[in-house]
C-alpha cells in the first residue's frame, strides 16, 4: 500500500482503492448462517435504530 502523508492522499486512497472478494462454491452451514445472525441481531447501535433485511437464495 502506498504511504500517507495527508487528508488529500487519504481521500484520494478511499476513492480509488476496491476490495476485490472472492467467493467459493461451497456452502455455509445452516448452523454457521444463525450464529452469524443472532450476533448480528444482538450488536448494539449508536442510534438505537436497526433494520435487517436477510435474503436467502440459492442457485439452479
Same mark, same amino acid.
Given at each position: 500500500m502506498? $504511504? &500517507?502523508k495527508?487528508?488529500?492522499q487519504?481521500?484520494e #486512497? &478511499?476513492?480509488?482503492?476496491?476490495a476485490?472478494r472472492?467467493y467459493s462454491?461451497?456452502?455455509v452451514? $445452516? $448452523?454457521? &448462517? /444463525?450464529?452469524i #445472525?443472532n450476533?448480528g /441481531?444482538?450488536?448494539q447501535s %449508536?442510534?438505537?435504530? %436497526?433494520?435487517?433485511? &436477510?435474503y436467502?437464495? %440459492?442457485r439452479?
Amino acid at each position: 500500500m502506498q $504511504e &500517507i502523508k495527508g487528508k488529500a492522499q487519504v481521500a484520494e #486512497l &478511499i476513492r480509488t482503492q476496491r476490495a476485490t472478494r472472492q467467493y467459493s462454491q461451497q456452502a455455509v452451514l $445452516e $448452523e454457521d &448462517i /444463525r450464529t452469524i #445472525l443472532n450476533a448480528g /441481531r444482538r450488536a448494539q447501535s %449508536s442510534k438505537k435504530y %436497526s433494520t435487517m433485511a &436477510i435474503y436467502r437464495g %440459492s442457485r439452479p
